[in-house]
């Protein structure tokens, strides 16, 4: 049966709770149910899958004939996380969400964007400290980007990683790139039940396991200064109308016009935490279920709607937004720009796995 929106949200506070105080994890399902659990990800695991292609590299600049018009310094873009933020799936740069957001960004901005993205493929929370090492290690604090995408939270689930100590280390991330004085969006733990070749009860327990990480990211993620935007369902009904489409040939991650439908769904929340979306629409619309509401309720809403934004507000209460999706321009090729330096640590550097996601 269907938790209650207020049963999800005492759930995912408890959760953000002990990420908090350092508790460990929280019991969510019986030790029977994890046993049927993993007897069917071992079936799910011949169904789906899985690519061990490396992701396309689309780090570089885009909107570079701005520069002409625009006397400012380029915007910058990072994206971190796993393989979803990675743009595994795809073959040419400019289908990564990384290209897409950055192409979009700059059209929106009428400014050049400059794009490096840490992501990579099979990680999990606790290698986001990592990544942030890597990204900010070529340049000093006042030079660390102006917006951060974060999308991670599925391998967690799948890898059975306490959802407190999960959310902890996706706390401290917020926490770290706000203090370099950056804007973070965090894309919250997609729905692994959405992955078509789950048969049930899998897709029931992943489903459950999905949102209710979900819903706690949230919570943390607003109580650091950040926004979230629920992937859900892989960002709504069109992936559970469309999965042929939208998913992409493993099954798993999605196809270049998934992480399109993504990428639209992210836009005006990237747009909103840099000031360039109008200001109106920053008021709730009780037409399209906006509001303000506590933050574990918020998230709890979130979570069970595909691309929905949760804001914080002052004190517990936050801005639960179902933003306009606006068509993206035309994604273009980037101007490259050098390589990260590699900062070692390379040993806890996820491997890949056709069993993982996102």
């Known amino acids: 049966m269907p938790m209650s929106k207020a049963s999800s949200a005492r759930v995912a506070r408890r959760i953000a709770t002990a990420a908090a105080y350092g508790g460990g994890g929280i019991g969510l399902i019986g030790g029977a149910a994890i046993g049927l659990l993993f007897t069917e990800i071992q079936l799910a695991k011949r169904r789906v899958g899985g690519s061990d292609d490396q992701p396309p590299a689309a780090d570089g600049l885009y909107g570079s004939s701005f520069a002409r018009l625009s006397p400012e310094r380029p915007l910058r873009l990072a994206f971190l996380g796993d393989s979803t933020a990675a743009g595994q799936g795809v073959y040419r740069p400019r289908q990564t969400p990384g290209a897409l957001l950055a192409s979009a960004l700059a059209a929106v901005a009428e400014r050049p964007v400059e794009l490096r993205n840490v992501a990579v493929p099979g990680a999990q929370s606790d290698d986001l ?3 942030i090492t890597r990204l900010l290690s070529e ?36 926490a770290r790139m706000r203090t370099a004085g950056c804007e973070v969006v965090v894309g919250t733990c997609p729905d692994l039940g959405s992955v078509e070749p789950v048969g049930q009860p899998l897709r029931w327990i992943a489903r459950r396991l999905s949102r209710q990480l979900a819903a706690a990211q949230t919570i943390a993620v607003v109580e650091e200064g950040g926004r979230t935007v629920s992937l859900g369902d892989l960002l709504g009904p069109e992936f559970a109308a469309n999965p042929r489409e939208l998913f992409g040939p493993d099954n798993y991650h999605p196809s270049a016009e998934g992480y399109a439908t993504a990428a ?11 000031g360039l979306w109008p200001t109106e629409d920053d008021r709730p619309d009780a037409r399209r279920r906006e509001g303000i509401l506590p933050v574990a309720r ?8 595909g691309g929905t934004e949760v804001a914080g507000m002052r004190g517990p209460w936050a801005l639960l937004k179902h933003r306009k999706r606006r068509r993206l321009p035309p994604a273009e090729e980037a101007t490259p720009s050098p390589p990260l330096p590699d900062t070692g640590g390379t ?3 996820p491997p890949r796995s056709p069993t993982r996601r996102g």
């Open 264 to 274: 639209m769904a992210v836009l005006p929340t990237l747009c909103a935490a840099l």
């Open 298 to 305: 918020a998230a709890a809403e979130a979570a069970a709607e």
């Open 347 to 349: 040993a806890s550097d």
């Open 139 to 174: 340049r000093d604090l006042a030079e660390a980007p102006d917006v951060c995408v974060i999308i991670i939270g599925a391998n967690d689930v799948t890898h059975r990683t306490p959802p407190s100590r999960s959310v902890r280390h996706l706390s401290d991330a917020v």
């Open 129 to 131: 400290e990592r990544q």
